[in-house]
């Protein structure tokens, strides 16, 4: 006895596919142009549809083919039941020719599409052609497509679908009606795919589903490609713990908590949190993006407290983050969104993941928990203690006798934080810090030894709202230290030196003292340069004697 064959399997996503319009979700826009244009008998000849991977595109194109060759006639939306209809459906019909232009992307295959054009369609009212990935094909095949859309044949339709529409040359797209396809929404997969477990006989957790269609990334291919690896994973009865472990992530509430720890300055309980997540198997990428995500939900929470501000959150877990975070201020989440999102510099590029998700950790617990602006409120209503209005120059007494002149631009920005300045920045001055050079050019030095030479050049200009100045007298020694690398390696320097977190700013400073050039010939020990040079690498300069090779 022969055995029987054992079914086809079919995955969920094809099973699924929309096979009307109105089954086609989040792309009404689309879905509206299209009809409007079957019913008022209006169809371009080529049609380019873009946008991300899943997101309907190729669907889109068969069911407009569907809709043109239905026996019932050109309507709004197919019958799905004639034999035009099913042919298109299970990919039969002859007048219906995809191509992928990822395989397929040369000249001659370009070359047998127009050739097809000559010949009037077989069975339906037009041929229709859809050429997915377009932006692929070569640079003739494209020549040659062009010329095609430029002479369009009678009852002939081309549809072109591409993820990056920025590779399709303008000439072709000034041939078409481009219509883009949105990423669709959390809340919009969540229901879809609550809708196919619901026919699949599947039990499944609203917590899971919310996580699939998270990581979807706005697909509605993967969100259903997740769902069938859930069901698979989990024998139809997925969990919210199950679908996070099938994906390497940890629970929502757990990356909570972890921001609790953080906003509440407890950086001991939020690194053993940590640890624990990425024990249990989640990648350090992933939680730091996991974090990142929620952070900027609570972000747009705190600036508009309407539960409808973040789409794709419920009430429920808009108000659970809501009042998870009521006491954090704007700043702190700022602030700590900042450091988490910072890119890597490149000679971080090879620190360990764990280590380096530690000390962002860390650095935000830093930056929140270091008091920048607290006394700043009480400054404008004690003027009796510091010397807030009478003029500029006693903001910065160490320096006035050095350049009077040039006294009144420097603290030209104090007006408003004048009275503030002081109690802001903790009694923190200019002077201070230019006494302290030794330590911070000890520090860059260790830690970028390469542009240490060139900061040791630098004079403290000015010190306000956190923000060290820095004058250089070269542009050579300018040029060096305003890269953003060097930036960032000096402002960590000052902030370890000073205990507080500083931000860098240079400046190129004029010869400050024009009058001592008596002479056409400056001293070589006060250039800059040179005495980089000298201290550094060991040059000698040549005696002024030897100079004219005498």
Same mark, same amino acid.
């Not at 104090?414 to 050079?437: F, Q, W, Y």
């Not at 050019?441 to 820095?470: C, K, M, N, W």
């Given at each position: 006895m022969a055995a029987s064959r054992p079914p086809s399997f079919q995955a969920l996503y094809n099973r699924y596919r929309p096979q009307r319009f109105d089954e086609l979700i989040g792309q009404e826009h689309v879905v509206r142009t299209l009809q409007n244009a079957l019913v008022h008998n209006r169809l371009s000849h080529a049609y380019l549809f873009s946008g991300e991977r899943g997101t309907g595109k190729t669907t889109a194109a068969r069911l407009l083919a569907k809709a043109v060759n239905c026996l019932e006639g050109i309507q709004a939306e197919t019958c799905g039941s004639c034999e035009h209809c099913r042919a298109i459906a299970s990919g039969s019909f002859l007048d219906l020719i995809e191509m992928d232009a990822a395989s397929h992307r040369g000249i001659d295959d370009i070359r047998e599409i127009r050739e097809l054009t000559q010949f009037a369609p077989g069975a339906g009212r037009y041929r229709v052609y859809i050429i997915d990935e377009v932006h692929q094909l070569s640079a003739p095949a494209k020549d040659a497509l062009l010329k095609t859309l430029e002479e369009p044949p009678p009852q002939t339709l081309f549809v072109l679908a591409t993820t990056e529409p920025h590779r399709v040359p303008a000439t072709i797209r000034s041939r078409t009606q481009h219509l883009t396809f949105r990423r669709i929404g959390v809340l919009e997969l969540t229901a879809q795919l609550r809708s196919i477990a619901e026919t699949e006989g599947a039990e499944i957790e609203e917590a899971a589903l919310h996580t699939l269609a998270r990581n979807a990334g706005g697909s509605a291919r993967d969100a259903v490609s997740l769902l069938d690896q859930a069901l698979a994973y989990s024998d139809n009865e997925a969990t919210g713990d199950a679908v996070n472990s099938m994906l390497g992530l940890t629970g929502r509430d757990a990356v909570i908590q972890l921001l609790g720890h953080l906003m509440d300055g407890d950086a001991a309980s939020g690194l053993q949190a940590i640890e624990r997540a990425i024990e249990d198997g989640t990648s350090p990428n992933t939680l730091r993006q996991q974090i990142i995500d929620i952070l900027r939900d609570i972000l747009i929470l705190k600036t508009s407290p309407e539960t409808t501000a973040v789409g794709h959150l419920t009430e429920d877990e808009a108000f659970e983050l809501a009042r998870r975070t009521e006491s954090s201020s704007l700043r702190d989440i700022v602030r700590t969104l900042e450091v988490f999102a910072e890119p890597d510099p490149p000679s971080r590029t090879g620190v360990d993941a764990t280590l380096e998700l530690e000390l962002a950790f860390a650095r935000a617990v830093l930056s929140i928990t270091e008091p920048v602006e607290s006394p700043a409120p009480t400054a404008p209503a004690s003027g009796t203690e510091p010397v807030a209005r009478p003029s500029p120059a006693p903001a910065r007494p160490v320096e006035a006798a %050095? !350049?009077?002149?040039? $006294?009144?631009?420097?603290? +030209?920005?104090?007006? =408003?934080?004048?009275? *503030?300045? $002081?109690? +802001?920045?903790?009694?923190? &001055? %200019?002077?201070?810090? &230019? !006494?302290?050079?030794?330590?911070?050019? &000890? =520090?860059? *030095?260790?830690?970028? *030894?390469?542009?240490?030479?060139?900061?040791?050049? $630098?004079? =403290?200009?000015?010190?306000?709202?956190?923000? =060290?100045?820095?004058?250089y007298r070269s542009s050579f020694l300018f040029d060096r230290v305003q890269q953003p690398d060097a930036l960032r390696q000096v402002a960590r320097a000052f902030s370890q030196v000073l205990g507080r977190p500083i931000q860098i700013r240079n400046e190129q400073r004029s010869a400050s003292t024009p009058a001592r050039r008596p002479s056409t010939r400056t001293p070589v020990d006060d250039d800059p340069v040179v005495r980089v040079a000298m201290r550094e690498y060991g040059a000698t300069p040549i005696p002024e004697n030897s100079a004219n090779g005498g």
């Open positions: %050095a !350049a009077p002149a040039e $006294a009144p631009p420097q603290p +030209a920005p104090a007006p =408003v934080p004048a009275g *503030r300045t $002081a109690a +802001a920045d903790g009694e923190l &001055s %200019a002077a201070m810090i &230019s !006494a302290r050079k030794d330590e911070w050019v &000890s =520090v860059i *030095r260790q830690e970028a *030894r390469e542009i240490a030479p060139y900061v040791g050049e $630098a004079e =403290v200009l000015d010190f306000a709202d956190g923000t =060290v100045t820095l004058g």
